[in-house]
């Protein structure tokens, strides 16, 4: 195995093991409201990205890239999109975790990638090959075992497979580095998370008016654990092919259920072995279709 590929699968296992554990990271916070560490997330991701961009030097690039994107109302229009998108995700999974429901967000992230699939179809005119529809129709009977046995749609599941594919599906058309891309996120949504924090600041209090350090210092590293694994999986996927990539992004849900189960406790029903058993299975026909396209 040559020197990239062994580097880019450390990159991809680092990047997926944090994004798996994020829910231990967020549970620390559960005594603060979920969209003030929404809010947070956003400002001090921003802050990160922007030393980031200092320390190396890439400000220029990020700027040119920026008036590149913002160039043509299409692309500007996209920007503005994704971040809107990505704003709900984050908001959703943060708010899921507080709320003692990890196990649906690793079903919504197991989901994720057929999603994408579908909208692969549907937006961008690509075409499913046989093993792919099985897969879509295996993950299809998995979602609706829940809403047949529960009564209703698993929607934080649903949400955050479709929020996550509809991000993915934008940064695909937007040409420009990872950094850039989130520094032009979160300085989008940033103005209106300000805003939010002060209203609440005029209106009994927000988190930073009366928390200690150590929740301070959990606010503060919430731009680290966002952006820190987003960086480390684009160099992953610069260096290794999209199969070994794809194979590798079940281990995060995977921590995810792990942890929701034997960590916090969280019921594991028949329900949920039927469920998961569909949508596996449909993953592992996804998966085989990836590896015999490669």
Known sequence: MDQNKKMGIIYGLASYIIWGVLPIYWRQLQHVHAF????????????????????????????????????????????????IVIS?????????????????????????????????????????????????????????????????????????????????????????????????????????????????SLHGGNVYQSCDTRTFLYLAGAGVATATPLLLFTACARLL????????QYLSPSITLLIGVFIYGEAFTMTHAVSFGCIWIGLGFFTWSQLRKQ
């Open 241 to 248: 092919p999209l199969y070994m990539v794809g194979f590798m």
């Open 88 to 200: 709900f995700n984050w908001g959703i999974f943060i708010w899921a975790v507080e709320a003692g429901r990890i196990v649906e967000t690793s079903v919504g992230y197991y989901i994720n990638p057929l999603v994408s699939v579908l909208f692969g179809v549907i937006f961008l005119g690509e075409r499913l090959n046989r093993l792919q529809v099985i897969a879509v129709i295996w993950a299809a009977l998995g979602i609706a075992y829940i809403v047949v046995q529960n009564g209703s749609l698993p929607w934080i599941a649903v949400s955050l497979a479709a929020t996550f594919a509809s991000y993915s599906l934008l940064k695909k058309v937007i040409k420009a580095q990872a950094l850039t891309t989130i520094m032009i996120e979160t300085l989008l949504i940033s103005p209106l998370m300000l805003g939010y924090l002060y209203y609440l």
């Open 36 to 83: 003030e560490i929404l809010a947070s997330r956003f400002l001090w991701s921003a802050v990160f990205v922007f030393a980031l961009l200092l320390i190396t030097g890439k400000l220029k690039v990020c700027w040119e890239e920026t008036k590149e994107i913002f160039s043509t109302v299409q692309s500007g229009v996209r920007m503005v999109l994704a971040a």
